[in-house]
């Protein structure tokens, strides 16, 4: 699907669910997080394909797989963090959409420990000149 059909399906669904907010508000944020679902199921082959081509680029120069790993599992919890604070906070819960986000930064601070880690060790061993 293209960027035009995922637009068009966006604007849709948002006229959509502002015409049924104003008789059920709970079936209007069902219809807005359905075209949110439909939206990514649209991008995911998107994703999957920049994926394989960002690990190739990154076996090319030689980075680690562990890094590769880490990397794509915080691009992941971002992704994934964002979507749901956006879902909440279209259901009008603004202080559980700051705790999510809150919740997502740890997660992606204590997934990226052992890059740290290992950029740590490399800066020691540089101005140790080894």
């Known amino acids: 699907m293209n960027i035009i ?3 068009a399906l966006a604007i849709v669904s948002c006229v ?8 059920n508000s709970e079936l209007s944020v069902l219809v807005s997080i359905g075209a949110a679902v439909v939206v990514l199921m649209c991008v995911i082959q998107y994703i999957l394909d920049s994926m394989d081509f960002i690990t190739s680029l990154l ?5 680690s797989s562990e890094n590769v790993v880490i990397l794509f599992k915080v691009v992941g919890i971002c992704f994934l963090t964002e979507f749901t604070c956006d879902t909440v906070k279209e259901s009008g819960l603004h202080a559980l959409s700051g705790n999510i ?5 740890i997660v992606v601070l204590i ?20």
Do not use: Q, W, Y
């Open 111 to 130: 997934t990226a420990l052992p890059m740290f880690t290992e950029i740590l060790t490399l800066v020691t061993n540089l101005v140790a000149g080894e």
């Open 5 to 7: 059909s995922i637009c």
């Open 101 to 105: 986000a809150l919740a997502g930064k």
């Open 16 to 23: 959509l669910s502002l015409a049924i907010k104003r008789h």
């Open 59 to 63: 076996a090319k120069a030689d980075v």
